[in-house]
């Protein structure tokens, strides 16, 4: 089976940084993505992980340890329009065409 | 470019009914995607394709076909439509594994559709 565990909520304050954790336990790992979801809009592609360590995209940064089942994703310099729900996806499949998301954390970035 | 494009953006139907959600994509991207989202449990698997003419059953695939008869368009169908499919559906198409992680793994999502069914 497929378990993918995220907080709830969180609360951050402009300018500061952030970090959303991403646990999986599934019977098949390939690949961890992180999506942004603003309400009410499609998800949007932030980063991902195939391999372990931390791979930096800007102000956003992934960070992957497969032995230990876990993912976070690091928003730096926060903004009032990161305020979003951020989705944590595994690929099960080597051929990334199947995929178990995350029930999301609604971040909430105040000024 | 209009990436991946999803007809009706709202429904409401009775119960028992039937209909067809379309998704269309203008990318060229081998797989697509039908999911649903309901509060507090994220976005679940439906359907999925990694060709024209091959569909495979995701997570919660019951109560829905798909077909997949063009390269660019995936159908999701509910033939007897049921008050627990009150969702958001999304569809979403990306590369084929051959072309990298990253292409494959990156799924581009339409705008959803919100169905109620009553």
């Known amino acids: 089976g497929q378990n993918i565990d995220q907080p709830t909520e969180m609360t951050a304050t402009e300018g500061a940084i952030v970090q959303i954790n991403c646990t999986y336990q599934?019977?098949?790992?390939?690949?961890l993505f992180w999506y942004q979801q603003h309400a009410g809009e499609a998800p949007t592609f932030l980063s991902y992980?195939?391999?372990?360590g931390l791979e930096e995209k800007g102000r956003f940064s992934s960070f992957l340890s497969r032995s230990k089942g876990y993912s976070y994703l690091l928003l730096k310099e926060l903004q009032m329009k990161d305020s979003a729900s951020y989705l944590c996806a595994v690929s099960h499949h080597i051929f990334f065409n199947k995929f178990y998301f995350g029930s999301g954390t609604k971040l909430n970035v105040k000024p | 470019n209009a990436g991946v494009t999803q007809t009706p953006k709202f429904r409401v139907l009775k119960t028992g009914q039937s209909m067809t959600l379309l998704c269309a994509q203008d990318?060229?991207?081998?797989?697509m995607y039908w999911y649903r989202q309901d509060p507090g449990m994220g976005l679940r698997l439906i359907h999925y394709s990694v060709g024209e003419g091959t569909t495979a059953k995701g997570e919660v695939p019951d109560g829905y076909n798909v077909s997949r008869l063009k390269k660019q368009n995936f159908l999701l169908g509910l033939e007897s439509a049921a008050p627990s499919q009150t969702s958001v559906y999304f569809c979403?198409?990306?590369?084929?594994?051959?072309?990298?992680?990253?292409?494959?793994?990156?799924?581009?999502f339409g705008d959803g559709t919100r169905l109620s069914i009553l």
């Open positions: 990318m060229n991207h081998e797989y």
């Open positions: 979403a198409s990306s590369y084929a594994s051959g072309t990298g992680a990253s292409q494959a793994g990156t799924q581009h």
């Open positions: 599934t019977s098949g790992f390939n690949g």
């Open positions: 992980n195939v391999l372990d």
